[in-house]
């Protein structure tokens, strides 16, 4: 006849104290704790099914109370009355929980960052998954990425536009389409359902266009270009930006006509620029090189940035913001036409270049002190090496210089 077993008691079970070996205290009809040598308290069910003898996990103490496992006991014995086996019926809930998991919003944003860090600047790529931990995963990350709606993302951004980041909501928004995307081409959604909230956020009222003025945050901007992993043409064009500082629809209309490496100049007619007066770019020996590097791949057209659907016409007026967007720069941190104001600042208020200097390669207004406008060569001489004091202390960012702040030495 089987030995009568004694119920345990919850005293027996908060008492029960770890030994050499596991050990395991009966509570009857199959249910027992597995006391583990580091002190672990282990629920198993003990069944018989078919003619094999099985154990089903149903938890660990304290989190799952005496009561609960006897409670899990009785489900377990449900099952088994109705032929079926509870822990084979565990293993498919547990695999079908990890699908759910893995295919969660959360996991997949992670899969999307890790993917595509490498081709971010690290700090950039830093901000991009503390936005997403902080604003994002708290709310939607857990949900099955194919079952989140338009509404629920909206509601996300909803809450930061509230907090008064709304510049924050809409780079959240652009990197939410991003990951959405991505779920697309690795067949975990359908659709993109950011793509319905275009118009949803007020736009981020910015009165000039973004820059960085700060030397510090210029040179990964810098770092990233010289690592640009896109198109030769776009990261040429990319790379001659700051160096020249010229208005974009100059810069991607340039024409090799206009263009006299020799005597390292840039001469761009009075048609296309915005005050219709001729101007002349003096061209550091840096851009010269990087002219020298694409005149073998565009020089036989007439473009020195030939759009690369049509070499009949020049480079669209997105591909150098896009590109830098695509190394993970937002609209808010910088545009093509910023790299302006970022030389305009630096020039003037770190290397101590005269301003008339600065505004004249700048193509702006000047007059001389007699009322009348500068001519394209005023100053020439001055403005050559202004071009090249530019370019090397650019150089001298990239390469780690230590950025001396002429307006903190001065205070």
């Given at each position: 006849m089987p030995k009568r077993i004694t119920p345990l008691s919850d005293t027996q079970v908060r008492s029960a104290k770890p030994q050499v070996k596991e050990y395991k205290l009966m509570d009857g009809f199959g249910l027992f704790l597995l006391v583990t040598p580091t002190g672990g308290k282990l629920w198993r069910f003990d069944y018989r099914y078919g003619d094999k003898r099985k154990a089903v996990s149903l938890g660990a103490y304290p989190a799952i109370t005496l009561a609960d496992a006897r409670q899990r006991r009785e489900e377990a014995k449900k099952l088994l009355a109705n032929g079926v086996d509870p822990g084979e019926t565990k293993k498919a809930q547990k695999a079908s929980q990890s699908e759910k998991d893995a295919n969660s919003f959360e996991v997949i944003a992670r899969e999307w960052h890790a993917k595509f860090a490498h081709t971010w600047v690290a700090s950039h790529?830093?901000?991009?998954?503390?936005?997403?931990?902080?604003?994002?995963?708290?709310w939607i990350g857990s949900r099955p990425i194919a079952e989140i709606t338009a509404p629920e993302v909206l509601s996300v951004l909803r809450r930061m536009e509230a907090r008064g980041i709304l510049d924050t909501a809409h780079r959240v928004r652009f990197e939410c389409g991003a990951i959405f995307r991505y779920a697309i081409a690795t067949g975990r959604v359908d659709r993109d359902p950011v793509a319905d909230l275009k118009g949803a956020l007020p736009p981020v009222k910015?009165?000039?266009?973004?820059a960085p003025t700060d030397p510090k945050d210029v040179a990964p901007i810098l770092r990233a270009i010289d690592a640009f992993q896109g198109s030769f043409v776009v990261k040429c064009a990319l790379q001659l930006a700051p160096l020249l500082f010229v208005r974009p629809g100059e810069l991607r209309a340039a024409e090799w006509t206009e263009i006299d490496l020799e005597s390292a100049e840039w001469n761009i007619p009075a048609g296309r620029m915005k005050k219709k007066i001729a101007h002349l770019v003096p061209l550091p020996h840096q851009a010269v090189e990087i002219l020298k590097s694409l005149q073998p791949l565009t020089g036989h057209s007439r473009y020195v940035f030939p759009c690369h659907r049509s070499p009949l016409r020049c480079m669209s007026e997105n591909a150098v913001n896009a590109g830098l967007r695509r190394m993970g720069f937002e609209k808010s941190e910088i545009t093509g036409h910023g790299f302006r104001a970022m030389a305009r600042t630096i020039l003037d208020e770190v290397l101590q270049v005269r301003p008339d200097f600065i505004e004249h390669q700048l193509a702006h207004a000047v007059k001389d002190p007699n009322g009348?406008?500068?001519?394209?060569?005023?100053?020439?001489?001055?403005?050559?090496?202004?071009?090249?004091?530019?370019a090397d202390y650019l150089d001298g960012l990239k390469a780690g210089a230590k950025v001396i702040d002429i307006r903190r030495e001065a205070a």
């Open positions: 790529a830093q901000h991009k998954l503390e936005r997403l931990e902080k604003n994002v995963f708290p910015n009165g000039n266009y973004a009348r406008a500068y001519n394209r060569t005023a100053h020439l001489v001055e403005r050559k090496k202004m071009m090249q004091l530019w």
